[in-house]
């Protein structure tokens, strides 16, 4: 089993930045992915971004340019670099990873970024 361990949210004004990041409990001898989903107040839960194993980045439109995903392998940890933020991008954002071979997904508990003025 592993868990992720997510932090990085808060509170922060339109136009700041944030860093999320998220931690695998421990070394995960296979090709994974790991990414990010959101879910807004009322709306369904969004898929944000993802980075494939061989670092491949791929991002939904509304974050383009402004979003960056990355990843540490030996810290077994992600990482989502959020700038130009704006008030539409209040959520709680979930991070996830899937293991390839077995298809295996694990959850983040959700951490709260707020943007507002």
């Known amino acids: 089993q592993v868990q992720l361990v997510e932090s990085g949210g808060g509170l922060v004004q339109p136009g700041g930045s944030l860093r999320l990041s998220c931690a695998a409990s421990r070394r995960i001898f296979a090709a994974y992915n790991m990414g990010w989903y959101r879910q807004s107040p009322g709306k369904q839960r969004e898929w944000v971004a993802t980075?494939?194993?061989?670092?491949?980045?791929t991002y939904v439109e509304a974050v383009k340019g402004r979003f960056t995903i990355s990843r540490d392998n030996a810290k077994n940890t992600a990482y989502l670099q959020m700038s130009s933020l704006n008030p539409e991008d209040t959520a709680v954002y979930y991070c996830?990873?899937?293991?390839?071979?077995?298809?295996?997904?694990?959850w983040g508990q959700g951490t709260q970024v707020t943007v507002s003025s």
């Open positions: 980075i494939t194993s061989s670092g491949t980045e």
């Open positions: 996830y990873l899937h293991v390839l071979h077995t298809a295996s997904q694990y």
